[in-house]
């Protein structure tokens, strides 16, 4: 039986591309405060290549990859948490992005069926921390159980170590989760390799022309149909037989 639920979040809940041409106002300002020393223009610009390097292969190390920008910002590595660098980098994502259409919606059927609720995401800037602050902008953290980033476990989907993160998080088998994203490559291809049910969302975004995917939704209210849907299959295939 379906026990939980698997959320990508970039190009699932809200657009992929966060955007807007105020952003860097306040990672600067955050940064000139951590960093007195050096030009907050210079340590932001080093920071962002640094940090998006990070970010492409598998492999996510964002503290390796803030040690190395303070190495060309000519400072000490250990002189600022890492941590602090990491979140002054991070932009609110309610001043940024909506959430889709639907989103609270599909939260709350989760919540309803009694499933567990994973965010599992690919990130840059972002760890579990700085989601579960945008949840609570957004009032739906209390709709999530666990966060899992690839900040966080170090590795980047489609590699198996964050998917076992999930999995850990959701607390059941992966024949007993579904999977909710965007990328084939990144969460509908490996989660179906672990017997996972999945559905591929295209909200900001053409209809895939193939994919391995059980369903394609072109919203959220398609994937919250169709998760209860499921969940009412299940209960049918597995009630007792009458006597």
Same mark, same amino acid.
């Given at each position: 039986?379906? $026990? ?15 955007? =807007? ?45 803030? $040690? ?10 250990? =002189? ?40 599992? =995401? ?31 476990? !170090? ?33 509908? !291809? ?16 053409? $209809? ?36």
């Amino acid at each position: 039986m379906l $026990r939980a639920v698997l959320l990508d979040v970039g190009g699932t809940l809200w657009p992929e591309r966060m955007a =807007s041409a105020d952003r860097d106002d306040g990672r600067l300002a955050r940064l000139q405060l951590l960093l007195p020393s050096v030009d907050p223009h210079q340590a932001l610009e080093v920071l962002k290549w640094h940090m998006q390097r990070a970010s492409e292969p598998l492999e996510h190390d964002v503290a390796a990859a803030v $040690r190395m920008a303070f190495r060309e910002l000519g400072l000490d590595p250990d =002189s600022v948490a890492i941590r602090a660098v990491v979140r002054a980098m991070c932009e609110p994502a309610v001043s940024l992005i909506q959430l889709f259409p639907g989103t609270r919606e599909l939260l709350l059927t989760v919540r309803d069926l009694a499933l567990r609720c994973v965010v599992l =995401s690919n990130t840059t800037f972002r760890g579990a921390a700085e989601y579960w602050l945008d949840f609570h902008d957004f009032d739906v953290a209390d709709l999530v159980d666990q966060v899992v980033t690839s900040m966080d476990v !170090g590795y980047r989907k489609p590699h198996p170590e964050i998917f076992a993160a999930a999995i850990a998080a959701a607390g059941c088998a992966p024949r007993a989760c579904v999977m909710v994203g965007n990328s084939e490559m990144n969460d509908i !291809g490996p989660a179906a390799s672990l017997g996972m049910r999945t559905i591929r969302v295209a909200i900001d975004e053409p $209809r895939p022309e193939a994919t391995v995917a059980d369903l394609v939704a072109t919203s959220l209210e398609e994937v919250a149909s169709a998760v209860r849907r499921w969940c009412q299959a299940d209960q049918i295939a597995f009630s007792p037989a009458p006597s």
